[in-house]
């Protein structure tokens, strides 16, 4: 997935930049929103925590 997206971002961001930048801004903001809010929504922090052996332990 990384790979696509590292294929095609910079031709989207060229077409976005021809079209109008603050388009091209706006569009990478609401990602890098997006991406925040995708990090938030993630489990408890477990560094520190000793790693289960077997699943029924969790």
Same mark, same amino acid.
């Not at 095609?8 to 961001?13: G, K, S, Y």
């Given at each position: 997935m990384t *790979?696509? &997206? =590292? &294929? %095609? &971002?910079?031709? *989207?961001? =060229?077409? %976005? %930049?021809g079209i109008s930048i603050p388009l091209a801004l706006t569009v990478f903001a609401a990602a890098y929103v997006l991406s925040g809010l995708a990090a938030l929504s993630l489990p408890y922090e477990t560094k520190g925590q000793p790693l289960a052996d077997v699943v029924g332990e969790l």
């Open positions: *790979r696509i &997206a =590292g &294929a %095609l &971002a910079p031709t *989207r961001c =060229g077409y %976005l %930049l």
